[in-house]
Nanobody, 131 residues
Framework: QVQLVESGGGSVQEGDSLTLSCTFSTYSNMRYILCWFRQVPGQEREGVAAIDRAERTVVADSLQGRVTISKNNANNTLRLQINSLKPEDTAMYYC?????????????????????????WGRGTQVTVSS
């Protein structure tokens, strides 16, 4: 059973950095993609960054330069580092996983920042940024 558990959220000040973590599941040599999303109440879920089993990554254009996604295969932990936090980064952050898939090109990776393709989701961790 695929389980995702996020942690690391909290209340921070504008300009701070924060690293979110998510434990994930893997099965033998199965391909997978892990993705961070964020959502503000009343708005659609927004793809932040994603990484596939081969550690190819993609970051949303609006967050380029401030966000780094990585994973530790030894302990099945996905991380999202966000620098220079802004009040507009305030949101619930979710990790999601899709099994049996990977990035086939840069354009393909960008398409896979869409929430609709992910079957497995964590419960989220709240990030609040104060000015």
């Amino acid at each position: 059973q695929v389980q995702l558990v996020e942690s690391g959220g909290g209340s921070v000040q504008e300009g701070d950095s924060l690293t979110l973590s998510c434990t994930f599941s893997t099965y033998s040599n199965m391909r997978y993609i892990l993705c961070w999303f964020r959502q503000v109440p009343g708005q659609e879920r927004e793809g932040v960054a994603a990484i596939d089993r081969a550690e190819r990554t993609v970051v949303a254009d609006s967050l380029q330069g401030r966000v780094t996604i990585s994973k530790n295969n030894a302990n099945n932990t996905l991380r999202l580092q966000i620098n220079s936090l802004k009040p507009e980064d305030t949101a619930m952050y979710y990790c999601a996983q899709e099994m049996g898939s990977e990035f086939y090109s840069d354009d393909d990776a960008r398409r896979k920042l869409a929430a609709g393709m992910y079957a497995y989701w964590g419960r989220g961790t709240q990030v609040t940024v104060s000015s």
